[in-house]
């Protein structure tokens, strides 16, 4: 089971608007045993966050990761933090089945717990039930 800070890839992620495609997603909690994983998409397209600076953006719902190399992901990447989505364990389970969903690692503690705190400040982007699951 997935935890927090965990970065997944997903080859069939569901967006919003019902397309499917490639997406790297941040775990965002520590799911109990029937707990959905509470993610968080990932982009490397700067066009949408021109001028953004490192760590947390609340006016464009964002924490910006620069390329240090000494995180999982590679390259400047963009945690876009204005939705948040569950992945159900029987979801998971059959992605990882279907070779659809892997894990590439874990960001560090700093860095989660960074997101994690600019989560507060986008607070009513995201639904009461996910942000009791990321907090409790």
Not at 4 to 19: A, I, M, N, P
Not at 72 to 92: H, K, N, P, W
């Amino acid at each position: 089971m997935p935890a927090q800070g965990d970065v997944l890839c997903h080859e069939r992620f569901r967006f919003s608007d019902g397309t499917f495609g490639k997406k790297l997603l941040v775990v965002l909690n520590n799911p109990a045993a029937r707990d959905p994983c509470i993610v968080v998409k990932t982009t490397s397209q700067r066009r949408r966050y021109q001028g953004v600076k490192p760590g947390c953006n609340p006016n464009k719902s964002v924490f910006y990761l620069p390329d240090t190399g000494k995180e999982v992901v590679r390259g400047d990447t963009y945690i876009q933090l204005e939705e948040t989505f569950e992945l159900s364990v029987a979801d998971m389970t059959a992605s990882v089945l279907k070779k659809a969903l892997s894990s590439l690692g874990k960001l560090s503690d700093l860095s989660l717990s960074q997101i994690k705190n600019c989560l507060k400040k986008v607070r009513l982007d995201i639904p009461e039930r996910h942000y009791k699951l990321i907090f409790k």
